[in-house]
């Protein structure tokens, strides 16, 4: 019998500005205890001494230098150079677990379809003045749901580093060039594309160390500082979905469940993605159409679990604060569902945690404000029996 070789792997490391990094996330490919095809460092302008750090490493790294157009941009010189059958994108401020890679590359050993696997990742920062390296939590991956790989990533960036992904080149030709006028949340815009046509397999294992850092961010053209980031991906999460979200088909909604309650239940999901995308006038209406497809039907178990999610957005819930009256909307559009008692309890649940985590951290004027959400979106009568039950449940 003739065995076959395992698939090649090509790494390309985008980089600008990073000379003072990039050693440590290329020492950390090195390390790897699964081979690496090639190694390919694509300098977008940087204007420090990247090159001089990186031609330490001649014998073991392709560097190719261009002019400054953001990271999309770099990646796509990679890609066309790149020689090797699965593609991993490492970052130029991260490091890898020496493990990473092997981990990553057995779904593609077990299973020659897989097209995409992904692992999680922690967070870690490095004390200026004791030189300490202090870990945060590992990012848990969202639940095994039966819900499709796309619908999780549309409901959440919850792989917020690339180098958690490896992918076949296959899938990079496919949805290629990569969109080079997309220069903040680019990794998100390139996972929506994958995940739209690939499903992926994960690995119960850490993939990532991901540095936090005050460094600034971005193309030379939007450099941005690090204070400023969480706005600016908000901001271009909100306008990626706002995109994509009129193009998505029913059948993508519902994960290609072809049952007799996929209308609805693709419906609420668009919902759940529009209100954690802050895109509340499309969240009501794809909550008004759920309840025009099926008014009647009590929730099934997986409904409830996708309406939960509804305030969930990764940013906080700013926007309803300062808003309030989104909640009424959600609640009287949901009026003419019979079951709409437990859709409003599902929804409102996540409000008693994020009340519960301002209480912990005594912010007391959040905590009102999350509390007169609660009441606004489920009723006092409602909210009381529900309020108190969930939030003595959370606590």
């Not at 699965?86 to 990553?104: G, K, Q, S, T, V």
């Amino acid at each position: 019998m003739t065995s076959v070789a395992p698939p090649s792997v090509t790494v390309i490391l985008p980089t600008f500005n990073r000379a003072h990094l990039i050693a440590e996330s290329i020492d950390s490919l090195l390390a790897q205890t699964w081979p690496i095809e090639e190694i390919i460092v694509v300098d977008d302008g940087s204007t420090d001494h990247t090159d001089r750090v990186v031609a330490a490493y001649e014998r073991q790294v392709r560097y190719l230098k261009k002019a400054n157009g953001g990271k999309l941009s770099a990646l796509n010189v990679g890609l066309t150079c790149a020689s090797g059958d699965l593609i991993w994108i490492m970052d130029d401020d991260d490091i890898a677990p020496a493990d990473a890679l092997e981990n990553l590359i057995t779904p593609f050993l077990e299973c020659s379809d897989t097209n995409i696997s992904y692992g999680a990742l922690q967070k870690f920062s490095v004390d200026a003045s004791t030189g300490r390296t202090e870990y945060v939590k590992t990012f848990p991956y969202p639940p095994e749901d039966g819900r499709s790989f796309f619908l999780h990533v549309l409901e959440d960036c919850f792989i917020t580093g690339q180098p958690c992904l490896l992918a076949r080149k296959s899938c990079y030709d496919a949805i290629g060039p990569l969109p080079e006028h997309i220069t903040v949340s680019e990794d998100y815009a390139v996972l929506i594309e994958l995940a739209r046509r690939y499903e992926a397999r994960r690995v119960d294992a850490v993939t990532l160390f991901q540095r936090q850092h005050e460094g600034p961010r971005g193309p030379s053209d939007i450099r941005y500082a690090a204070d400023t980031r969480y706005a600016r991906w908000c901001a271009a999460d909100t306008g990626l979905m706002e995109r994509i979200l009129p193009t998505l088909s029913l059948d993508e909604l519902s994960g290609g469940q072809g049952d007799p309650f996929s209308a609805r239940r693709a419906l609420f999901q668009k919902a759940v993605i529009a209100a954690r995308k802050k895109l509340w006038p499309s969240a009501i209406e794809a909550l008004h159409g759920a309840v025009k497809a099926d008014r009647v039907t009590p929730l099934n178990p997986l409904e409830g679990h996708i309406l939960s999610g509804m305030l969930g957005c990764r940013y906080g819930l700013d926007e309803l604060v300062e808003h309030p009256e989104w909640m009424d909307r959600v609640r009287d559009v949901l009026a003419p569902l019979e079951d709409r008692n437990e859709a409003l309890s599902r929804i409102a649940g996540l409000l008693t945690y994020r009340i519960r985590i301002q209480l912990s951290e005594r912010d007391f004027k959040r905590a009102r404000a999350y509390w007169g959400l609660f009441w606004r979106l489920t009723g006092v009568r409602l909210g009381v029996r529900t309020g108190v039950s969930r939030l003595a449940s959370a606590i």
